[in-house]
């Protein structure tokens, strides 16, 4: 099971900018889709944003033009770049990481621990 941690949560006013991180164990990141996904109180997961192996990416309709996804294969690492953060974007932020694996092409999914992210008005 690959680890996932995230890092780069906190508080920002409305208006500001954070980045989020997340590292991931093993040697088989390169070869999956990985996203951020987020889950305010009270409401369902959601996806955030998708970044796939050959970097082709997928953004929810609320954060279009706001947050940038990417990634680093070399160091086994996505981003999310947010920027305009609303108060509307409040939530714990979970990283995911889906792989292929085997001769079977089981799906292998595996979750961060999430990381909070508060914008204040």
């Known amino acids: 099971q690959v680890q996932l941690v995230e890092s780069g949560g906190g508080l920002v006013q409305a208006g500001g900018s954070l980045r989020l991180s997340c590292v991931a164990s093993g040697s088989i990141f390169g070869t999956g889709t990985t996203g951020w996904y987020r889950q305010a109180p009270g409401k369902q997961r959601e996806l955030v944003a998708s970044i796939t192996s050959g970097f082709s990416t997928d953004y929810a309709n609320s954060v279009k033009g706001r947050f940038a996804i990417s990634r680093d294969n070399a160091k086994n690492t996505v981003y999310l770049q947010m920027n305009s953060l609303k108060p509307e974007d409040t939530a714990v932020y979970y990283c995911?990481?889906?792989?292929?694996?085997?001769?079977?092409?089981?799906?292998?999914?595996?979750w961060g621990q999430g990381t909070q992210v508060t914008v204040s008005s």
């Open positions: 995911n990481l889906q792989v292929y694996v085997g001769k079977s092409r089981r799906l292998e999914e595996s």
